[in-house]
């Protein structure tokens, strides 16, 4: 017989004799099962994978008269039993496979590692997109139509040798739509049958016992001489040693007599034993022909070409930073797989070979946007991986101006009063939080208070209520928004809980992680649709992460940035995007435990009134916080009233004019103003005795100036000079008025930029 291609070929001329059919569980070809389950056809999901792996016991078989091998060529699932009132719309899976073997284990004894269940003859039956039926119900109690109809490559199973195993693999985001009410129909007890299964894509899934969705096989015993083969590797580097292992079938009583392998595809053949161990020592493509005769049959070949893969290569990288300003500096890591011997990099998208290193330092002179590929090589294979807009450069310059709606930085390091540092009033200038631990020290340069345990939002874990902000004011916006933020996921993970870090009272609007937004972020308002990301927020516990949210309401699009490098966009009708709350939260969306943001720290919450620049996020991301003036702690009034202190200018470097200014204080009156690098390190010092009750000085100092108020009022230079090691420096002021009744202003946080 001439050789060829895959045992499939040799059986469809058993095939085409006239099939017959079963039905498993038995009893059950012309009953209702009792029961229904989505799984694993009537399946709608947008984040996991669906596998259920059923164990039909080979009774199930042998009872209805099937005791010798047969030839299964055709799988069918049909609707459950409901009202002929009942119609569903159906609809097709992409993506699927269906994998058939005869188990290793018994019905009754799975294991939960799907993998382990399967026996040596496993086989790939059906690849590709699965059509759920349209129909209706044919009448309760009365079994439904076929709603999944398969042709599958004809699998030989024999029921002497073990229980059989039918596994479909169902994709995320497969169809566009659950297919229908109706779905498959199994039996729930008695029925000699296990279900294993999984819904988030694990290796290991959850066993059902006494469970079999009823399924109708078509099939035609087996007779004549079939070659079959597996090998337990398929691909590997070098020397990789290959275990054949014969699955010939023979109807012939006194079954297979000769085994004839040619490994390497050279026609000659290398082995006569069963089951060969071959070790291959140089790369390359090989096509495996096993050849077997038996006393009675013509000989039959089987021949997989391509099957032995050795030394591929895959071609990956990394890069950091991936953005930045002009001069831009990257290190690329090459984190290919296989014995690659030569790299090529194309590292500005222009087609050029820039480096033959493995891993390479590129500069970026020019702001641009470039794509970066890599080739790799050995001495059979080649693979290039293009990373498309990978690298982000930006002009050196300024970053983008402060945000118009809110701007927390978290440098307060008591109370429960938080700045809100934006450049307009749209909301109250302090907001208030629950408790007064909510401080953490966030370990970050550049944008964190230079006192040991405070600088952001603290991640309170699973205790609700805690570590959020309420700004104590409303907010109605219509059209363009940005939002942006620092977080850290702690230590422990949330899972699948929901944490909200953002929304307001009386309005849909939130951005959360969690639950149905899986490992990522979600952003909800009332107008435009949902803007989802993708990137998995739960994948670096302990690392500050950088994240935008960019709504161009004109141009309907919503951005998701981490680390300043776009991650995805959704498109909406402009126009849509607005929302309005009565009371706006940071940390949080309903008072209720699975409403709190959870599990991550905060930091530099920012609201803007327009969408940012590419270019302007990346600064925000490379930065840090905005040079702001804040103020916190506790005040004490005088005979004017309680004395204001405030910042005048921007506390910028290079900016010679800052100036700490004190208002609302009693008229040719003595103020000192006292400055510290930190504030009250070793508590406050109380101040009654000299100023009046409630006074106290809330700064270490390590100067002050005498001043005499002039029209209520005061103001301290405190130019900043042109030099960037004042960046991120915090400076902290208070003004101590000395009137016929003392007074003194809160502290003021000046955050040099």
């Known amino acids: 017989m001439s050789p060829r291609t895959s045992l499939a070929a040799s059986l469809l001329l058993v095939v085409s004799a006239a099939a017959q059919t079963i039905t498993i569980p038995n009893g059950y070809a012309a009953a209702e099962g009792g029961s229904s389950n989505a799984f694993p056809w009537n399946r709608f999901s947008t984040t996991a994978n669906l596998q259920q792996q059923m164990i039909y016991d080979s ?53 939960t590692t799907m993998a382990s269940n399967h026996g040596t003859n496993l086989v790939r039956v059906y690849s590709g997109n699965v ?40 994709p995320s985001n497969s169809i566009a739509a659950t297919p229908g009410q109706a779905v498959d129909v ?51 580097n070098s020397p990789l040693a290959v275990q054949f292992t014969d699955q010939s079938f023979s109807s ?29 020592g140089a790369c390359g493509i090989y096509t495996v ?42 290190t690329f890591t090459d984190t290919s797989t296989g014995p690659v011997t030569t790299w090529a990099w194309d590292l500005d998208g222009d087609t050029i070979i820039d480096s033959n290193a493995q891993n390479p330092v590129f500069a970026y002179a020019t702001p641009g946007t470039y794509s970066v590929s890599l080739t790799v090589s050995n001495g059979c294979f080649s693979d290039t991986e293009t990373k498309t ?65 405070f600088g952001m939002l603290a991640n309170a874990g699973n205790v609700p209520s805690v570590n959020t902000v309420n700004t104590t004011g409303g907010l109605t916006l219509s059209g363009d928004m940005t939002m942006s933020w620092w977080q850290r996921l702690g ?31 979600w952003y909800r308002s009332s107008g435009a649709p949902d803007i989802n990301a993708t990137y998995n927020v739960q994948a670096n516990p302990g690392v500050w992460e950088h994240v935008c949210l960019v709504v161009d309401n004109t141009a309907g699009t919503g951005k998701w940035y981490f680390n300043g490098v776009l991650n995805t966009t959704t498109n909406f009708t402009p126009g849509l995007h607005s929302f309005t709350t009565t009371e706006l939260h940071v940390g949080w969306q309903t008072a209720t435990t699975s409403g709190y943001v959870r599990y991550y720290d905060l930091d530099d919450f920012r609201i803007y009134s327009r969408p940012l620049s590419a270019g302007e996020v990346i600064a925000t991301y490379l930065l840090g916080e905005h040079a702001s003036a804040g103020t916190f702690g506790s005040s004490c009034a005088g005979p004017g009233g309680t004395p204001v202190i405030a910042g005048n200018g921007v506390p910028a470097v290079g900016n010679l004019t800052f100036a700490v200014d004190l208002s609302n204080a009693e008229d040719l009156r003595g103020a000192i103003m006292v400055l510290g690098l930190t504030p009250s390190a070793f508590g406050t010092f109380d101040l009654s005795a000299v100023l009046g009750a409630g006074c106290q000085l809330e700064v270490d100092p390590f100067g002050s100036n005498f001043h005499v108020t002039m029209g209520n009022a005061a103001s301290q230079p405190l130019g900043i000079p ?9 400076v902290y002021g208070q003004w101590l008025v000395l009137g016929t009744t003392g007074a003194a202003t809160r502290v003021i946080d000046i955050n040099i930029e």
Not at 254 to 269: F, K, L
Not at 293 to 315: C, F, H, L, M, Q
Not at 408 to 413: A, C, H, L, S, W
Not at 722 to 730: A, P, R, V
């Open 131 to 170: 059509q759920y039926l349209a129909g209706a119900g044919n009448g309760t109690g009365i079994p439904g139509n076929t709603v999944v109809d398969l042709a599958i490559t004809p699998f030989v199973y024999d029921p002497t040798q073990g229980d059989l195993i039918i596994d479909c693999w169902v």
């Open 186 to 236: 199994h039996a729930t007890a008695g029925v000699n049958a296990s279900r294993v299964f999984n819904s988030t894509n694990a290796a290991a899934g959850t066993i059902t016992a006494n469970h079999g969705t009823i399924v109708t096989l078509d099939y035609v015993p087996a007779v004549g001489l079939f070659a079959a083969f597996t090998a337990n590797v398929t691909t590997g």
């Open 491 to 521: 230590a422990t993970a949330p899972g699948a809980t929901i944490g909200y870090g953002f929304g307001g009272t009386g309005s849909s609007v939130r951005w959360f992680t969690g639950g149905v937004a899986g490992t990522s972020l």
């Open 722 to 730: 042109l030099n960037t090691m004042f960046q991120g420096l915090h």
């Open 289 to 330: 022909s096993l050849t077997v005769t038996d006393a009675s049959n013509p000989a039959d070949t089987e021949t997989k070409t391509g099957y032995i893969v050795v030394d591929p290569i895959s071609a990956d990288f990394t890069a950091a930073p991936v953005a930045g300003f002009a001069p831009l500096f990257t």
């Open 389 to 453: 807009n990978m690298i982000v450069v930006v002009a050196a310059g300024t970053p983008p101006a402060p945000p118009e709606i809110l701007q927390y930085q978290f440098n307060e390091v008591r109370g429960t009063s938080v700045a809100n540092t934006a450049t307009t009033n749209v909301l109250p200038s302090h907001g208030t939080v629950s408790n007064t631990g909510w401080h953490g020290n966030q370990t970050m340069p550049l944008f964190h208070g230079n006192e040991a345990g």
């Open 59 to 111: 009774s199930h078989f042998t009872a209805q008269g099937i005791t010798s091998p047969i030839i299964i060529n055709r799988l069918r699932w049909r609707a459950n039993a409901v009202a002929t009132t009942t119609t569903w719309a159906g609809g097709t899976h992409s993506g699927c496979w269906v994998d058939m073997s005869t188990a290793a284990v018994d019905f009754a004894a799975p294991s």
């Open 252 to 280: 012939d009583p006194g079954g297979i007599t000769s085994w004839a392998w040619d490994v390497d595809g050279d026609n000659v053949t290398d082995y006569t034993s069963q089951n060969p161990t071959h070790s291959y």
